[in-house]
Nanobody, 124 residues
């Protein structure tokens, strides 16, 4: 019931910032918990952040706490990932995902819909 398209990826120097956007099409965006995952070179897909239906509850991977902020604008059918103080280890393809779960979840197999991914490259 929802299609997801990420944008905002690119190349940035260490210490810089990027804001990723995930635009959703469909009529049920407000019913989804939204999450961000990433997969770096030679690494498994890992959880980054998630946000509840209302935006009142969030969860972050320890590796990004204090640096990344997830938010959503239901009126615009969009979820964002603000990434500050970027490190080379943040280099990965970032994926937006949606789930019908009523609480924030951190495992990839609990998500129902996925975007195509956007590349983030952080150079030192």
């Amino acid at each position: 019931q929802v299609q997801l398209v990420e944008s905002g990826g690119g190349s940035v120097q260490a210490g810089g910032s990027l804001r990723l956007s995930c635009a959703a099409s469909g009529r049920t965006f407000r019913t989804y918990v939204m999450g961000w995952f990433r997969q770096g070179p030679g690494k498994e897909r890992e959880f980054v952040a998630a946000i509840s239906w209302s935006g009142s509850s969030t969860d972050y991977a320890d590796s990004v706490k204090g640096r990344f902020t997830i938010s959503r604008d239901n009126a615009k059918n969009t979820v964002y990932l603000q990434m500050n103080s970027l490190k080379p280890e943040d280099t990965a393809v970032y994926y937006c995902a949606a789930t019908h779960r009523s609480v924030v979840v951190t495992t990839w197999y609990e998500y129902d819909y996925w975007g195509q991914g956007t590349q983030v490259t952080v150079s030192s």
